[in-house]
């Protein structure tokens, strides 16, 4: 018995210094491989200091207001690249990553819309950029560009809300939201670790082409570069920490917006019953439910289009979530003509 026990452990022990050999290797081979990366991509913005942590900003054009991009959950400045350059022939357009995205510095804590505003408010200062500004959010940045007007009503002349999140979401009305959701935090809460090892990166996970896009192949690039970085996937789990109070029926509805100037634009595709219901069964997925799903988006969408007595709403055909990429040319006219008399004043 002791010398099966002993055998027993010798395996173990050896068993789990491989394992601390293989962490070891792996930790070492993301380092290496993220701070090659980021010399092989550096950013094409700026680097300023907001509180302590370097924010990356990158502005093209002139002129005022300044339209100031706020990406959607987990992105960065390169999601904005079919439309940046070409809307700031008409204005100056600033885009920037917030903490742990794209080029800027990591945090520790998940930080609240308020404080995401705060810090936006911050970096537009730092940079020299003086107000007003036309705020443009798509997805989850829909949430913190509202939360900076207000914080800053009269620094904000204008908002477009691109695919946005409502402040209610996920998906408030549907009976499976929060599974779902508790599925999706599991499993980013899962890859961040897995992240720090390297595997995340060796098996392809965060890789920027593994979903269809508009976007150039060297923008896809760049993206999984920084997609791979470790302190992606700690902001997109802080980010998600925060989402998910969305799921709390106590959450308020977003707030008025008063008579501000303000663009919706919604995804075609995810408010059509017969594409969603198409997508569905093309994809194995249960077709009411998707039908269930796009009700769902249509009704708040037009909730955010009510929030402003000065509003538009627009459905973007042939358009997924990321409409800036899937119909770019529309994105820049409907903006550009948002934006021009916003100028004038």
């Known amino acids: 018995m002791t010398i099966v026990l002993s055998r ?12 601390c050999l293989a962490a070891l290797v792996g930790a070492v081979y993301q380092a290496e491989r993220t701070e090659a990366d980021l010399a092989a991509f550096p950013p094409p913005g700026r680097m300023i200091s907001v509180h302590g942590v370097n924010l990356h900003l990158y502005c093209m054009g002139s002129g005022s207001p300044t339209l100031v991009l706020e990406a959607g959950l987990g992105e960065n400045v390169l999601s904005w690249h079919p439309v940046h350059a070409k809307l700031a022939e008409h204005m100056r357009v600033c885009a920037y990553d917030r903490p742990g995205l794209g080029w800027s510095d990591p945090i520790d804590a998940a930080i609240q819309p308020d404080e995401v505003a705060e810090n936006l408010h911050t ?4 940079a020299g950029i003086s107000p007003p ?17 207000h914080r800053f009503p009269e620094q904000t002349q204008g908002i477009v809300l691109v695919d946005s999140t409502h402040e209610q979401s ?7 939201a929060a599974w779902d959701y508790r599925k999706q935090a599991l499993q980013i809460a899962i890859a961040e670790p897995l992240s720090r090892l390297g595997i995340v990166r060796l098996l392809g996970i965060a890789d920027a082409d593994r979903r269809p896009s508009k976007l150039p192949a060297e923008i896809l690039v760049a993206k ?105 040319d529309e994105f820049v006219g409907v903006v550009s003509e948002f934006a021009k008399p916003l100028a004038q004043k």
């Open 224 to 328: 999984t570069a920084l997609q791979n970085r470790t302190a992606t996937a700690h902001a997109v789990v802080n980010e998600i920490t925060v989402m998910r109070e969305g799921l709390d029926p106590a959450t308020p509805p977003p707030g008025s917006l008063g008579n501000l100037p303000l663009l919706v634009l919604t995804a075609g595709n995810l408010v059509s019953p017969d594409f969603v219901a198409r997508e569905a069964a093309r994809t194995g997925k249960d077709v009411e439910t998707e039908k269930v799903l796009a009700r769902i988006q249509q009704a708040e969408q037009d909730d955010l289009t009510h929030l402003s007595s000065h509003s538009r709403h627009i459905v973007v055909g042939n358009s997924g979530h990321f409409i800036m990429q899937d119909q770019a």
């Open 8 to 19: 027993r452990l010798r395996y173990l022990l050896f068993g789990l210094a491989i394992a």
């Open 123 to 126: 970096l537009l200062n730092n």
């Open 133 to 149: 500004v036309v705020l443009v959010g798509h997805s989850r940045g829909g949430i913190y560009v509202r939360a900076f007007y």
């Open 170 to 176: 996920p998906m408030h009305g549907y009976p499976h």
